[in-house]
Nanobody, 114 residues
């Protein structure tokens, strides 16, 4: 499975961005899809994940500001990011887990200026 992310960029604090990630093939709704990020000098961290039958999972730092969703027909997972903060600056990676294997996209840079 290949994943390609879109939608990163430069935005001012308080602004919004929407990330998209398209898979090369259909991902079952029972498979988790989501987003991680890596800020400069920090380890990669979970941002949000989604799978059918379960509530979406969010990092505490983005709860209430970010919304993860997916369109299985379009093989796409989205991350709507609102009320962005400078500390949200990072490379964002989409991912999916199929059986016991994690698949990662190439990453898209999000920069939030103060």
């Amino acid at each position: 499975v290949q994943l390609q992310a879109f939608g990163g960029g430069l935005v001012q604090a308080g602004g919004s961005l929407r990330l998209s990630c398209v898979a090369s093939r259909t991902i079952l709704s029972s498979n988790t899809m989501g987003w991680y990020r890596r800020a400069p000098g920090k380890q990669r961290e979970l941002v949000a994940t989604i799978r059918s039958g379960r509530d979406a999972v969010y990092a505490d730092s983005v709860q209430g500001r970010f919304t993860v969703s997916r369109d299985n027909a379009k093989k796409t997972v989205y991350l709507q990011m609102d009320s962005l903060k400078p500390e949200d600056t990072a490379v964002y990676y989409c991912y999916t887990k199929i059986e016991w294997t994690n698949y990662w996209g190439q990453g898209t840079q999000v920069t939030v200026s103060s």
